[in-house]
C-alpha cells in the first residue's frame, strides 16, 4: 500500500516563498498521478494541482496559476510544490494524494498523505 509523507509546511510571511515535498513509499510511486490539496479551516477541502505520473503534464485551480509550480522527481519518489507570492488566503493543511489513472486529474485518488500546516501571516 502506497504510503504518502509530506513535509515543508511552516509559517511564512505574505509575499514569501515555499516549498512542499510528499514523498512516495514504494518504487510504484511513478506510476500514480500525484496531486497537492488544501483545506482551510471551515472550508472545503480543494484540488490545488495535479501532475501525471511521467510529470508531463500539469494542472492548476485558477486561485494559483502564476505562483504555484507542481514537479516530481519519481528517482526519489518524490513530488514538489513550489508556492510563490504567498497570501494570507493560502493557509491551510496542504495535502498531497495519488491517484492510479492520468486522465482523472487527480479527482479520485486513493491514497492520501496526512497533511502539512501552512500558514501565511506577518
Known amino acids: 500500500q502506497l504510503q504518502l509523507v509530506e513535509s515543508g509546511g511552516t509559517l511564512v510571511q505574505p509575499g514569501g516563498s515555499l516549498k512542499l515535498s510528499c514523498k512516495g513509499s514504494?518504487?510504484?510511486?511513478?506510476?500514480?498521478?500525484i496531486g497537492w490539496f488544501r483545506q482551510a479551516p471551515g472550508k472545503e477541502r480543494e484540488r490545488v494541482s495535479c501532475t501525471s505520473s511521467s510529470g508531463y503534464s500539469t494542472d492548476y485551480t485558477d486561485s494559483v496559476k502564476g505562483r504555484f509550480t507542481i514537479s516530481r522527481d519519481n528517482t526519489k519518489n518524490t513530488v514538489y510544490l513550489q508556492m510563490n507570492s504567498l497570501k494570507p488566503d493560502d493557509t491551510a493543511v496542504y495535502y498531497c494524494?495519488?491517484?492510479?489513472?492520468?486522465?482523472?486529474?487527480?479527482?479520485?485518488?486513493?491514497?492520501w498523505g496526512q497533511g502539512t500546516q501552512v500558514t501565511v501571516s506577518s
Open positions: 514504494e518504487v510504484t510511486f511513478g506510476f500514480y498521478a
Open positions: 494524494a495519488a491517484d492510479p489513472l492520468d486522465d482523472r486529474l487527480c479527482s479520485e485518488p486513493d491514497y
